[in-house]
């Protein structure tokens, strides 16, 4: 599976922005998937994740602005966020945990998306 994500720009404080994350490729089970970003000198952090049942896990530091949703027709994954702070800058890298289906058996592993790249001017 190849994650495609597309969406990130420069934005001005108090905006909005839209992410995107196309997966492609065989077959398989997307499970988790969702976003990570890494701003310039730290560690990447979770954003935000939906299970395949839907359920959704957002990161403190954007819970009440963010929102995730899946479109499982497209095996893709939205992110918006409202109210975006400077601190919002990073790289935002989509994340998905995958269930390869072979007729032999299932092999599970994890998969990165490129970034892509959010700033927020203040």
């Known amino acids: 599976v190849q994650l495609q994500a597309s969406g990130g720009g420069l934005v001005q404080a108090g905006g909005s922005l839209s992410l995107s994350c196309a997966a492609s490729?065989?077959?398989?089970?997307?499970?988790?998937i969702g976003w990570y970003r890494q701003a310039p000198g730290k560690q990447r952090e979770l954003v935000a994740t939906?299970?395949?049942?839907?359920?959704?896990n957002i990161a403190d530091s954007v819970k009440g602005r963010a929102t995730i949703s899946r479109d499982y027709a497209k095996n893709t994954v939205y992110l918006r966020m409202n109210n975006l702070k400077p601190e919002d800058t990073a790289v935002y890298y989509c994340?998905?945990?995958?269930?390869?289906?072979?007729?032999?058996?299932?092999?599970?592993?994890?998969?990165w998306g490129q970034g892509t790249l959010v700033t927020v001017s203040s």
């Open positions: 994340h998905a945990d995958i269930t390869d289906v072979r007729d032999w058996g299932t092999t599970a592993y994890k998969t």
């Open positions: 939906i299970s395949r049942g839907g359920t959704t």
């Open positions: 490729g065989r077959p398989n089970i997307i499970n988790l």
